[in-house]
T-cell receptor
Framework: GQQVMQIPQYQHVQEGEDFTTYCNSS?????IQWYKQRPGGHPVFLIQ?????EVKKQKRLTFQFGEAKKNSSLHITATQTTDVGTYFC????????????????FGKGTLLTVNP | DGGITQSPKYLFRKEGQNVTLSCEQN?????MYWYRQDPGQGLRLIYY???????QKGDIAEGYSVSREKKESFPLTVTSAQKNPTAFYLC???????????FGPGTRLTVL
């Protein structure tokens, strides 16, 4: 089935370093969503991007949606131990070929660990 | 206080037994979902429902069954046909099938 690819799978950084995770789709997405899952917890919605080239910021987090609406990135500036967790992107994908039945498809996530 | 509840948080069952996981939401959402998550893995969709009395298979539906008799409830049954049922199960809901999803706290199922 159609997938949303996410890289890297793992990233370990020293506290204070920056971090970026990337999300790619072979088809145009109407929107892209980002979620964070803390260790032992459940995914929590962070943000949704809709417009081509859109950039949104949440404190130290910067989210971008590509001009072609096929890729997205999440950048964290000066990571802190509270940033530890798995970051997922998700975008609407066609469920059945030739149909119009869309469902939200999640990438496999990027696990971020931070060394204090 | 609106949200999604899943119970129990931890569940142990013997191999060969069916087990039903509970998911309830009071957000008035039409769509509900069940995901399976294995260690170090992403979210794999088991079943989803866009409206009461209707549900669709996801990517890994074999060995699972669901019902959607009420808008607020979407229970998942893990049957004995599921070959590797030990996993973390997450329920979610949303206003529509491509919108923001709200997740429950999850149920960690261990089959002995």
């Amino acid at each position: 089935g159609q997938q949303v690819m996410q890289i890297p799978q793992y990233q370990h950084v020293q506290e204070g370093e920056d971090f970026t995770t990337y999300c790619n789709s072979s088809t145009t997405l109407s929107n892209i969503q980002w979620y964070k899952q803390r260790p032992g917890g459940h995914p929590v919605f962070l943000i949704q991007l809709v417009k081509s080239g859109e950039v949104k910021k949440q404190k130290r987090l910067t989210f971008q949606f590509g001009e072609a609406k096929k890729n997205s990135s999440l950048h964290i500036t000066a990571t802190q131990t509270t940033d530890v967790g798995t970051y997922f992107c998700a975008g609407p994908k066609i469920q059945n070929s030739g149909g119009s039945n869309y469902k939200l498809t999640f990438g496999k996530g990027t696990l971020l660990t931070v060394n204090p | 206080d609106g949200g999604i509840t899943q119970s129990p948080k931890y569940l142990f069952r013997k191999e060969g037994q069916n087990v039903t996981l509970s998911c309830e939401q009071n957000l008035n959402h039409d769509a509900m979902y069940w995901y399976r998550q294995d260690p170090g893995q992403g979210l794999r969709l088991i079943y989803y429902s866009q409206i009461v009395n209707d549900f669709q298979k996801g990517d890994i539906a074999e060995g699972y069954s669901v019902s959607r008799e009420k808008k607020e409830s979407f229970p998942l049954t893990v049957t004995s046909a599921q070959k590797n049922p030990t996993a973390f199960y997450l329920c979610a809901s949303s206003w529509d099938r491509v919108g923001e999803q709200f997740f429950g706290p999850g149920t960690r199922l261990t089959v002995l």
